[in-house]
C-alpha cells in the first residue's frame, strides 16, 4: 500500500512530466523543422536558382512525404517489438545530414533524391513517440502528452518562420537549410543518454513507481480482447475510418503548412522577412487552442467530441477565407488563423482514442498504418496545393481543396464509434486514477 500512495502522488507525475516531455517536445519539433522549411526555400527562390517548374516544385516538396509513407508501419512495428530509444537516435543523425545536404544540391534530380530519404529516415518519428508515450503516461494523461509531442509543430514552424526569413535574407535558402540541418546530429546524443524505452529501465524512478505505472497501464488493457493479428486489425472499420480520417485531415494541414509562406507572400506582396513574421501568427492561435483543447479531452475524458467538430470548424474557415479573396487580406487572414486553430487542436484527443479503442498487441502497428494514412494526404496536400497554385497563379483552388479534405474528414469521424467494453469501471475513482 505504502507504495501504491507513493506512486500516486503529485510529485510522482511532476517526475514524468518534467523529465520526459522536454525531451519529446524538442526531438519531434526538430523533425518539423527539416521538413517544413521547403516551403520557405520555394518563397525564397530555390525554384529560379535550380530552374524548377512550379508543378516540379510543388512535387519535390511533397517527395518527402512519401518517402514518410511507406516507412510508417515498419518503423513501427521495429518500435514497438525492440526499442523507440535507438530508432529515434539514428533517425536524428540521418535526417539532420539530410536536411543540411539539402543545402548542397545542384540540380533537381538530387533535390528529389534527398526530400524522398529525409521522409524515409523520418517516417518511424511519429509513430516511435506516440507508442513512447503510452508506455510511460496513463490514459488521463495522454491527450495532454500527445499534444506536447504535437506542439513541436506548430510550435517550431512558429519561430521558423521567423528565423528561416532572417537565415535566408542573410544567407539564402542553402544556409538555412544547414544551419537548420546541424541541430538534429547534436540532439541524437542528448536523446541517447536521456531516454529510456519502459518505465522499468528508468534510474530516476522508485520501485514502487514503476510498479503502480505498470499496474494502472495494464488495467487500462482491461475489456479490450487482443487481435489475432494486424491483419484483422488493419482490416477493422475502426481502423479503416481513422486512417480515412487522418489522410483527409493532413491534406488540410500539410498544404497549410507547405505553401502558407506563398499563399501570404502572393495575396500581401510583403518581403520574406515580413511574410515569416505573418506566418507565424497562425501557429500562435494553433499553439492556444492545442494547449486548451488536449486539457479539456483529458478533464472531461471525452475525445471524438473535442475532433470532428473543431475539423469541421477548419473547414468553414478555409471557406470563408477563399471566399473574401485578397481583396479584404487582413479579414481572410483571420480566417486562415482560426483555420490553423481548429487544425491542430484536435491531435492530443485523436491520438489518445487510438490506444483506449485497440489492444496493445497491434497498437503499434495500427498507430503506423494510421499515420502511413496521414502522410499520404500530407502528399497529396502539399502537393496538391502547390501545383493549384501554379497552375492557377492564386491560392483559390487550393483553398477549395483544403477545405473539401477537412470537411470529409469531420464527417468521417463523426461516424467513429468510440465506447468500449468496461468504460463505466474504468472511469470509476482508483490509486491508479491519481497518476
Known amino acids: 500500500m505504502s507504495s501504491d500512495r507513493e506512486a500516486a502522488t503529485p510529485s510522482f507525475a511532476s517526475k514524468r512530466w518534467f523529465y520526459l516531455i522536454p525531451l519529446i517536445f524538442i526531438t519531434y519539433s526538430l523533425a518539423y523543422l527539416d521538413r517544413a522549411n521547403y516551403g520557405f526555400a520555394s518563397a525564397a527562390g530555390i525554384e529560379q536558382d535550380l530552374s524548377i517548374s512550379k508543378g516540379t516544385s510543388s512535387l519535390i516538396g511533397a517527395l518527402f512525404f512519401l518517402g514518410y509513407f511507406f516507412f510508417q508501419v515498419p518503423g513501427a512495428l521495429y518500435a514497438q517489438r525492440y526499442s523507440v530509444r535507438k530508432l529515434v537516435f539514428a533517425s ?66 512558429l519561430w521558423m518562420s521567423v528565423v528561416s526569413g532572417y537565415l535566408i535574407h542573410a544567407w539564402g535558402w542553402r544556409g538555412m537549410f544547414i ?44 475489456g479490450l480482447k487482443a487481435m489475432r493479428s494486424y491483419r484483422q486489425a488493419f482490416t477493422s472499420p475502426l481502423v479503416i475510418k481513422l ?56 478533464k472531461t475524458a471525452q475525445r471524438k467530441l473535442f475532433v470532428w467538430p473543431l475539423l469541421a470548424l477548419g473547414a468553414l474557415a478555409f471557406l470563408g477565407s477563399y471566399l473574401l479573396g485578397s481583396t479584404h487580406f487582413w479579414l481572410s487572414f483571420a480566417l486562415l488563423s482560426v483555420a490553423a486553430a481548429a487544425m491542430y487542436a484536435p ?54 481543396f483544403m477545405t473539401a479534405g477537412m470537411l470529409a474528414a469531420a464527417l468521417i469521424m463523426g461516424t467513429v464509434a468510440t465506447t468500449r467494453p468496461g468504460d463505466s469501471v474504468r472511469r470509476q475513482p482508483s490509486a491508479a486514477g491519481a497518476l
Open 92 to 157: 536524428l543523425i540521418l535526417w539532420g545530414l539530410c536536411a543540411m545536404a539539402t543545402g548542397l544540391v545542384t540540380n533537381i534530380p538530387m533535390l528529389m533524391i534527398i526530400r524522398f530519404t529525409l521522409g524515409v529516415v523520418e517516417a518511424a518519428v511519429m509513430p516511435s513517440m506516440l507508442i513512447f508515450i503510452s508506455n510511460w503516461f496513463t490514459r488521463k494523461e495522454r491527450s495532454r502528452a500527445n499534444t506536447f509531442l504535437i506542439l513541436g509543430n506548430p510550435i517550431t514552424v
Open 179 to 222: 544551419l537548420e540541418g546541424a541541430p538534429a546530429i547534436l540532439w541524437a546524443f542528448v536523446w541517447w543518454r536521456l531516454a529510456r524505452d519502459r518505465p522499468e529501465q528508468a534510474s530516476w524512478l522508485t520501485q514502487g513507481e514503476k510498479d503502480q505505472l505498470a499496474a494502472t497501464l495494464l488495467q487500462e488493457q482491461q
Open 243 to 298: 486512417c480515412l480520417v487522418h489522410a483527409l485531415w493532413s491534406i488540410g494541414v500539410y498544404g497549410f503548412i507547405m505553401w502558407l509562406p506563398s499563399i501570404i507572400k502572393q495575396a500581401s506582396a510583403a518581403d520574406i522577412v515580413t511574410t515569416g513574421w505573418l506566418s507565424s501568427v497562425p501557429y500562435v492561435a494553433a499553439v492556444i487552442a492545442m494547449a486548451g483543447v488536449s486539457w479539456a479531452s483529458d
Open 347 to 400: 491531435y492530443g484527443p485523436f491520438f489518445a482514442l487510438i490506444p483506449e479503442l485497440l489492444p496493445a498487441n497491434v497498437f503499434g502497428g495500427a498507430i503506423g498504418l494510421i499515420n502511413a494514412c496521414g502522410a499520404l494526404g500530407a502528399f497529396l496536400g502539399s502537393w496538391l496545393v502547390g501545383y493549384l497554385i501554379g497552375l492557377t497563379g492564386n491560392p483559390g483552388a487550393a483553398y477549395i
